[in-house]
């Protein structure tokens, strides 16, 4: 296997090297702060003389030039440059850098080691409720989880998807009693959310379906089996109804990843039992509580968290206690994200500070927030008649659109431009959500992520299809041919190839799925410069044609690696 590809860290370890031998520090890697430069002609910089130099009572530019001095890279770089009030620049040599591209051919990882220390994570995303369609609401949660289940298993994690449902509470008896009226039980739904409606409707007008649906509560929660035999055919219309959609979206998520509010159910006294024997528990105006410490209003009150109600029922923060419970204590997950809404963070800020106290929660646990789907008036995203926009028919309607684009210039028959259409559309919709920074909003728009320039999914299919097209026309690549970058266009490109690992790294450390795209589309813009500036099949010697068809090849594998990675095709042809 080829050495990692991750320039970065290899720098650092020969910085933190010579800084030790001529200043006598002991510095970790992260602490060199090597990073990629922004500057033409650099290709690495460290940053660390400015903080070890007030850490010495020395001057910065002589502390980088000690440590320049003392600098083993012959192998690796050009004599570092002292520039600036201490940045040590480096050039990464020619041989060294052919070298290491090549070796990154023939290998699926593109260089980029497993993690030595993996981890078991439990990571919640997606989460509809039963007998409701999954609105754009749910795209955010359900891409985002997906690309980050992807990125951390291709970094050798453990992760445990699991799909939280809303399928419990009080709802659901005037939804099984609305079944029961409608069709006995046994007929499928058509619309889950004209049902829902329905069922609401009747709900707030008749009295006597109201009293039959609060009693109907009662029989779900005693374990009535004619109850539960209806609500059980909620649950199997509404998962073929997020099956569909996920299907269609390219989600991972199946069945066996279901674990609704209901499977919970059975830990929530015991969840109430461990905090009131751990002393965490309080009883305010007759509801069992916890004050996480630190958590408190504008006017200075302690804020709680309810884990039991006056009327004795558990509301949703139960739910999540014994969820992380339930991960940590009988599945061994090592570490808990949730990927939902911002507006979430102080509850789950809140319940991983009692899980922790509780001693229910060692490990990691983060909320992976993001920011809402705007419409084109910058306020959230809904259909001209002001209701929710249903994901499945946003997403049908994502197809339809890219159907257009696609069948503008494309040379395949129908059913090939179909199967394009399809991943085009989707890969819009998904890109254009993990492109931004997921904590921030977004606006919706059709012909920006459709765009063939620009940061979009659709340029990065369009240049992954222009190389396949490439070594098509080739009939082959030679084996075994050195890289030879003569060309500054074709230099620039391997460097950015090179860079794969870093940007893996950045987009799973961060979960920020936005760095990724950032690199990948900084790659297809140095590929389209390399295709431009550097002939491939009428380069001026054999030789070069065949470096520049492993160029071409390599860039490939990285393009359609890093868009599987945030779940999106990039097909051989457009």
């Not at 060294?96 to 030595?116: I, Y």
């Not at 009080?170 to 046994?186: Q, Y």
């Not at 995203?381 to 257009?404: F, H, I, N, P, Y």
Request: with cysteine; proline share 4%; glycine share 8%.
């Amino acid at each position: 296997m080829p050495q990692t590809a991750d320039v970065t860290e290899e720098l650092a370890r020969r910085v933190v090297a010579a800084a030790g031998k001529a200043l006598d520090v002991a510095l970790t890697p992260e602490q060199a702060l090597v990073q990629a430069s922004p500057r033409e002609g650099i290709d690495y910089q460290a940053n660390l003389a400015m903080s070890l130099g007030k850490r010495l009572g020395r001057p910065p530019r002589e502390v980088a030039g000690l440590i320049a001095g003392a600098l083993d890279l012959d192998d690796v770089a050009e004599p570092p440059e002292v520039a600036g009030p201490g940045f040590l620049n480096f050039v990464l040599r020619r041989e060294w850098l052919e070298n290491r591209t090549a070796a990154l051919l023939g290998d699926p990882r593109l260089g980029v080691p497993e993690t030595p220390a993996p981890r078991r994570i439990a990571l919640d995303y997606s989460s509809p409720n039963v007998a409701k369609e999954m609105h754009v609401g749910h795209l955010r949660t359900s891409v985002i989880g997906d690309a980050l289940v992807r990125l951390l298993r291709f970094a050798g994690h453990e992760v445990l998807p699991h799909n939280h449902l809303g399928d419990w509470g009080t709802p659901f008896g005037m939804l099984i009693e609305h079944l029961l009226d409608v069709s006995a039980g046994r007929s499928a739904i058509g619309d889950l959310d004209a049902f829902y409606r329905e069922a609401r409707r009747k709900f707030d007008t008749d009295d006597a379906f109201a009293t039959r649906a609060r009693e109907r509560v009662v029989l779900l929660q005693s374990g009535d089996e004619e109850t539960l035999g209806v609500w059980r055919e909620l649950i199997a219309e509404s998962t073929r109804h997020f099956n569909e959609v996920y299907a269609l979206l390219g989600i991972s998520l199946t069945d066996k990843d279901i674990y609704g509010e209901s499977f919970y159910n059975p830990y929530l006294a015991a969840v109430v039992d461990d905090l009131e024997k751990a002393g965490l528990t309080e009883v305010s105006d007759g509801a069992v509580c916890v004050f996480p410490e630190g958590f408190r209003n504008r006017e200075g009150d302690r804020l709680p968290l309810i884990v039991r109600k006056r009327d004795g029922g558990y509301g949703y923060a139960a739910t999540d206690l014994a969820t992380a419970r339930y991960w940590t204590a009988e599945r061994g997950a090592t570490d808990l994200l949730y990927v939902v809404g911002a507006p979430q963070a102080q509850h789950f800020a809140m319940v991983f500070a009692v899980c922790r106290a509780a001693g229910w929660l060692t490990g990691h646990a983060e909320h992976i927030g993001f920011g809402t789907v705007l419409g084109a008036d910058g306020k959230t995203m809904r259909t001209r008649s002001g209701d929710t926009v249903k994901l499945a028919d946003l997403l049908t309607e994502a197809v339809s659109q890219a159907a257009a684009v696609v069948a503008e210039r494309s040379e395949l028959d129908a059913a090939g431009q179909a199967e394009v259409a399809r991943a085009v559309g989707i890969g819009a919709v998904k890109y254009a959500d993990l492109s931004g920074d997921r904590e921030r909003d977004y606006v919706f728009a059709w012909d920006r992520m459709l765009a063939k320039e620009g940061n979009t999914s659709v340029y990065l299919q369009y240049a992954h299809a222009r190389t396949q097209s490439i070594l098509r026309k080739a009939g082959g690549v030679p084996e075994g041919a050195e890289i030879l970058l003569e060309a500054p266009a074709e230099r620039a490109l391997a460097l950015k190839l090179l860079r794969f690992g870093e940007a893996l790294k950045a987009a799973t450390t961060a979960y920020a799925p936005h760095k990724l795209c950032t690199y990948l589309y900084e790659t297809a813009v140095a590929f389209s410069r390399f295709f431009e500036e550097c002939p491939v099949l009428k380069a001026s010697s054999p030789s070069l044609r065949a470096s520049r068809l492993r160029l071409t090849t390599l860039t490939s594998h990285t393009l359609a690696l890093g868009l599987s990675l945030l779940g999106i095709e990039a097909p051989d042809q457009l």
